[in-house]
């Protein structure tokens, strides 16, 4: 295992440790292992927190300050985090207008978050929670676990944090994120496999003329293995499910998202963007704002993601309003 | 007469905690099959914690003693199996209630009160593929059998897990992880019927050393 | 190799027109292969342009827009452009106050920029330039090509890009620049190698239990292997030598610069940095400003480097003055 | 009489081309062991763009033919062997002016200016481990041999050059990017020495040829 850490158990601690001291100005730590805004509680504002494995950095500590997140929930690599964190994250955001907790959708994130909405609710704050699902390499079926929750993510909580920063309430906060989610589709794939640190080797043993195609963010092997092909027609494979999905069509003004894995380099993304522009343009779909970089990633997995987000008048002024985190920050 | 009282249920937990930490890279192995390569890691970070409190539960009824052991795992677990298995732990709590041992008949019912706690939290049914295949033959086998007596009852839960955990090796995983991979989860022993199985072998074993 | 890529010689073409999609609204692309920032020329500011091989992404061209570079060079993947390309630049960003090149310390940046500075002196552009060397692996000698310019040049290029922006003439601009290079140092580490596409493999093998200290930027072995370390001693390995170097003492205020070379996830940037922050702490020296993020990349290669920059108050007004170009934006 | 024309130049662009393409991997692998693994790949990238241009070259003196080449290589090539191979043409294109065909001793002194033209834009002295420490001796050899005739006194400069490459190969780099490995770039063959022994190569056989 090749990685620029000390322990594989002190990874995480560590990492937020390098965090905090990087980006004091922004954010905090508290008890247990919980990354506040600074200026939380902020009185009268909405809370917005999210949280769920470590390992996809910058998500979601580096999404924490102004305009997005007030807090966010590491767990252990891969693992989400536990209810005592979201409690935690909870009662320090909270302004007195309630708290939303953003969860992506994963059987252990679900039920984690979900026990700690009970205790905070029993506490007397109001929570919500919207459950980003939007990866489709995976069925939506009432009968399975569902879709992943991925890149859409991202964008979720921007436009949803920056909604909640001018004041809107968390009914309207609650609502939008929902709206997000229902517009935005995800599809992923790997080059390579990463090594979750205490587990000391790779998750899957992939040949070098293979690639996983509809792999999620924790390292697992996708939905199927492929010869592996050009960057045109990876963007292919990836792009067309998704702009069926929805679908996309044209006269659609969207956010295009190309994501990095962790071990892709941004001149691949760029060759990627290409190919998705290009596609967007040939179904009449208008790409209104774009998104390329390693945002939500799998360690140190070569590979890519592309999400797109049907965006409406609002979402737009939302994604363009000032943002201010360790990741994402314009207009301030 | 007493089937099962406290040190049986601290031996069951130091057991189970050995177990784990002994099939940590097992458990995580079957895990990166088709999973994200952390149960043998979760289960042990949390048993080791359950294990540091076992002191402190030493004298203690067995539903504070159940009550400890699944808030610990819930705060320090995390992953589908922290609330599961914490579920489990909180609801034979408050079927044991403040008793200091119980009859075999008694703990059927308690394991069965922690499986419905587990298939409420987790919504899993039968064939989903999930620990719920391993845990509820399990119970069904230890009520059948425990008029018998405990020993026999554990016995004959502990072949129902295992045949519960392997009847599900083929079938297409639809709650989990697993679930993500489709087809390609099919004909993969899944690792929570496999620390559950591990859990019922403890428990057997821990009241046989009695 | 396994890459997001279609053909090797298509790839820098294909990811230029990639950013040039995603942020037209900062860029564009003249001919041969310069990008351009959206509104050269800007009349009466001083131009400041830079360039080299790709596969460093997101330098140079990530680093064009309001505050930082008019114009950038890519040319083919560790091979510097060719002086036609700086010639065109040159002429596209001059707005009458004269332009400066940054150029890396590379015998053929540095031979190809002066081909290029001589060419726009004969059209009568007043042309200066600044060669950073800031990479304390290599000796730094008169008998010999000297030492790099890795990570001191992204520092460069924003602080001089923001003198040029508030209208800072030739001179001031170009003396600043040579301020920088003389107060910056810098050192690297590879866990792998990388692969030029043209290649086709990985420049080096190397063992899952070595490493490679004192790496430049294109994929190079290092100055020595060395069997594979923590994170705390890799990062002592390369910031006690830059710090030694100058040297960096207390009481000093500094910019600390953590990179990642391209296939490192941040989470690992801020285990690096967790530790840098402490041995700094220890010597004395103060951490004024910081950036961790990968900046100044070796296409996919896993590894870091550490640039320390000792600041004046006019570098550190510089460095927190508006930029907004596609890799680094506060501001604006 | 003449030793040196168009036509032999031109054939010597050509088969130099050739032999490029041909050893492309090659020289990228020594540029890897102790450079950026790119310098095939570059000569091979300047040399193509050169073999395009040959049909104009047709019928052209040589001086504007030389210069043809070394601005093609300049705008094509790039890294340090861009304008070092871009210069060497440009000087000889200053040397042979209008003619259209030389003599051994005049070709000799044009690679003469071709050589003092490196040597200036690169600041490379010998034993510095570079084209130069093949370049250098090539030169010496030829003018050296020059009044025995075109054939031997090329044969004479390949020799050189070949133990000039092959001499430094021992040595640490003081320039260029093998530099940077400080001590590690002992023992390995450098690419620009290979490049330019090939250039003579070319030069003799084109000639050869004629
Ligand atoms: N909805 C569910 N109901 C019951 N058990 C489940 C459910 N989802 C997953 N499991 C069990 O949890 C195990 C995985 O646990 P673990 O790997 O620790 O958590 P995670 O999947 O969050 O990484 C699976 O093997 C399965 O047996
Ligand atoms: N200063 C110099 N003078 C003469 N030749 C040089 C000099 N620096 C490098 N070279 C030659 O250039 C060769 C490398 O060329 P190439 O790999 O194409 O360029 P780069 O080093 O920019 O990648 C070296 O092998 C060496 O022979
Ligand atoms: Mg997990
Ligand atoms: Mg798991
Ligand atoms: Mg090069
Ligand atoms: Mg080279």
């Known amino acids: ?332 | 007469m007493s089937d099962f009282d406290g040190a049986a249920f601290t031996r069951f937990l130091g057991t189970f905690a050995d177990r784990l930490h002994e099939r940590r890279d097992e458990l995580t192995q079957l895990d990166s099959a088709i999973g994200d390569a952390d149960h043998g890691i979760n289960m042990d970070r949390g048993f080791s914690a359950v294990r540091g409190k076992l002191p402190e539960l030493d004298g203690a009824d067995l539903g504070s003693a159940a009550k400890q052991v699944g808030m610990t795992l819930i705060s320090t677990v995390g992953g589908a199996s922290g609330p599961l298995y914490g579920t489990f732990f909180l609801r034979l709590a408050t079927a044991f209630g403040e008793r200091t041992e119980v009859t075999a008949p008694e703990l059927g019912a308690a394991l069965r009160a922690a499986l419905d706690g587990v298939i409420q939290r987790g919504k899993a049914t039968l064939d989903d593929k999930t620990m719920v295949d391993a845990l509820s033959p399990a119970v069904d086998a230890f009520e059948a059998a425990a008029a018998d007596g405990i020993g026999p009852a554990l016995e004959a839960a502990v072949a129902a897990a295992i045949a519960g955990r392997d009847r599900i090796t083929p079938l297409v995983a639809r709650k989990g992880r697993a679930s993500y991979l489709g087809e390609r989860s099919a004909n993969h022993q899944d690792p929570g019927a496999t620390s559950t199985t591990i859990l019922i072998e403890s428990l057997r074993d821990a009241v046989a050393e009695g």
Not at chain 1, 89 to 100: E, I, M, Y
Request: aromatic share 4%.
């Open chain 1, 1 to 332: 295992m090749k990685k620029l850490i000390n322990a594989p158990d002190a990874v995480v601690d560590e990492a937020l440790a390098g965090m905090v001291a990087a980006h004091g100005d922004l954010l905090r730590l508290i008890e247990p292992n919980v990354v506040v805004r600074a200026d939380a509680p902020r009185q009268g504002k909405v809370g917005v927190i999210s949280g769920g494995g470590s390992g996809h950095e910058p998500m979601h500590g580096g999404f924490v300050g102004l305009g997005m997140l007030d807090a966010a929930c590491p767990g252990a690599v891969f693992t989400s985090p536990v209810p005592d964190q979201m409690l935690a994250a909870t009662k320090a955001v909270d302004g007195g207008a309630g708290v939303l907790h953003i969860v992506k959708n994963y059987t252990g994130d679900v039920m984690n978050f979900e026990l700690a909405a009970e205790l905070a609710q029993a506490e007397g704050i109001e929570v919500t929670s919207v459950v980003v699902a939007d990866d489709v390499a995976v069925q939506d079926s009432l009968y399975t676990a569902g879709r992943r929750g991925v890149g859409g993510t991202v964008l979720a909580e921007k436009i949803v944090g920056a909604a909640a920063e001018e004041g809107q309430d968390l009914a309207a906060v609650t609502a939008l994120c929902q709206r997000v989610q229902d517009n935005v589709r995800s599809m992923g794939m790997a080059l390579t496999s990463c090594t979750v640190p205490a587990a000391g080797k790779p998750t899957f043993e992939i040949g070098d003329d293979e690639m996983e195609v509809g792999v999620g963010i924790h390292g697992e092997p996708g939905r199927e293995r492929r010869k592996l092909a050009g960057a045109d027609e990876i963007t292919e494979a990836l792009l067309t499910p998704i702009l069926d999905d929805l679908p996309f069509g044209s006269g659609d003004r969207v956010l295009a998202f190309v994501n990095g894995m962790g071990g892709t380099p941004l001149i691949e993304l760029y060759v990627v963007y290409n190919k998705v522009a290009g596609m967007c343009r040939d179904r009449g779909v208008t790409i209104e704002r774009n998104l390329v970089g390693s945002y939500i990633t799998s360690l140190e997995m070569a590979g890519c993601s592309i999400t797109i987000l049907k965006l409406d008048d609002e979402m737009t002024r939302l994604w363009d309003a000032p943002v201010h985190t360790a990741a994402l920050r314009w207009g301030a």
